[in-house]
């Protein structure tokens, strides 16, 4: 089974600090995972900014509240994992029906993080890094989330595109749309000259723990091919992925 390593160390740091009786130091990581200092430097910062861990006054780190609210009542670091290494082949059969670059992303506070991707093969295409932060309004992983899962629209709702809604009421007429539809839809409002779809996906209980899309340059997403990718992208997962599309 592949396993993102960085997830891996993630988890395996958090689970070090959950069983301690206090906050942690930075060598303490370390010495538990045995791994070198700017390594453990580097998976502390990420959690803390993050908001998974908590740093105090003496440079000493413990596991934060929203690690415990996410334990009760959200989806754990351990599922997430299962859910990415589930999904993998449905990343890869995107790519192949499509041409264009599949992501994976999971909710994050008030932005989507990244957590696999599937490049494509084509030349000119659309790269979002593992490990990368999204703003929820103006990508379709994130209106995926605001359409179909617990996310909270942000108060703050800034334009990166002159195609970036920035109002409540026009997201909200979008989530109607994105609703009813299947799946959501970036039409260069995060990035100029690049178009996204995106659809969630749920765990046993129906509840969203990830999203899964398709991005490409607008060159080829034209406006007809960006509602039959996010047709695509709605049927990925179940079977239906058989034929590369036609564009």
Known sequence: ???????????????????????????????????DKSNAAHLLKTLVAMDYAVQDDSRRYSPSARLAGVARSEHTLEEIVAVKEA????????????????????LVGTRVWYIDKVDSLLPLKVDHPIGALSPLHCTALGKAFLAFGAARLPDDLPAFTPRTMTTRRALSDEMERTRARGYAVDDEEFAPGIRCVARPIYDDAGAMVAA?????????VTDARLHELGRTVAAAGTGALTRKDAS
């Open 87 to 106: 999904w993998r082949g449905a990343l890869e059969a995107l790519v192949a029906k499509t041409g264009e670059c599949a992501h994976m992303a999971v």
């Open 1 to 35: 089974m592949r396993l993102l390593q960085s997830l891996s160390r993630g988890l395996e740091t958090l689970t070090y600090m959950t069983g301690q009786p206090g906050p942690v130091r930075l060598t303490d990581v370390a010495e538990a995972l045995d791994i």
């Open 212 to 220: 899964i899309g398709v991005s490409g340059p607008s060159v080829r």
